[in-house]
């Protein structure tokens, strides 16, 4: 197989949380257009459905599943579901993520909660179910979008919840990485830069982007489309011997 082919996702099962926007729609596309089966969950059947479509108009097969990734009950039925009905899971994507602005000092406990909640635990409950079909299988491959703020604080915006999160996220994916190994499951993480999506686009966040790219060394923020080629080589063959990795993708904000 030329080293090109191990690239394509031909017959591969995905999941893709939070699949529905931003990043995560991005990564749904990328993962079709290599040639996997891609089925996207979240919490908002509008814009799931508008993924879809324009996954299947690419000849594979999707579905959207609403799924609340922090719900146990959820994520254990979003993966069943495409176990189910494709017979099998191949690929993981662990995408969904929030986060607030607040001063640590003023942060209510909902809001770490919630944050926590989604990133951390969110991405944990996702890897576990995967897992629990991947593991009989003896193949799969987990990919978690964690963040440079697993490394970085970043600045202006004041977010002690989310780079804890983020740092987790990190972290949990060596661990599941090591559990893991054994049973031919390869986890791995991708840590975006700041990229342009709704998130960011927020009109709180629009006085930051200055500082953002400022901060960026190729000073500019990331095109959703330049984060795909890091989670296809990931989820792929072309990384068999990959695991355990944070694979950051930031224009060079963390090496300053
Ligand atoms: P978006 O807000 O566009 O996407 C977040 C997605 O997660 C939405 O589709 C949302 O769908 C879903 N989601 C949120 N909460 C839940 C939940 N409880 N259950 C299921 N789905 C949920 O943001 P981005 O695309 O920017 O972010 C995607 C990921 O990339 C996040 O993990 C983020 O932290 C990370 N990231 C983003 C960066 C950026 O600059 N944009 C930089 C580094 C990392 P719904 O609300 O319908 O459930």
Known sequence: MSVLDRFRLDGRRALVTGGGTGIGK?????????????????????????TVAEI????????????DVTSADDVRAAVQAVADDWGGLDIAVNNAGITTWVDAVDMPEDDWDRVLDTNLKGVFLCSQEAARVMIPQGRGAIVNVASISAQIINRPQQQAHYSASKAGVVHLTRALAAEWAE????????SPGYTRTEMVNAPHMIPARPIWTRDTPMGRMAEIEEIQGAVVFLASDAAAFVTGHDLVVDGGVTAW
């Open 26 to 50: 991005g990564l749904a596309q990328a993962l079709a257009e290599a040639g996997a089966d891609v089925a996207v969950c979240g919490r908002t059947a509008a814009t799931l459905d508008v």
């Open 56 to 67: 299947e108009s690419r000849g594979v097969r999707s579905k959207a599943i609403h799924a």
């Open 183 to 190: 049973h031919g499951v390869r986890v791995n993480a991708v």
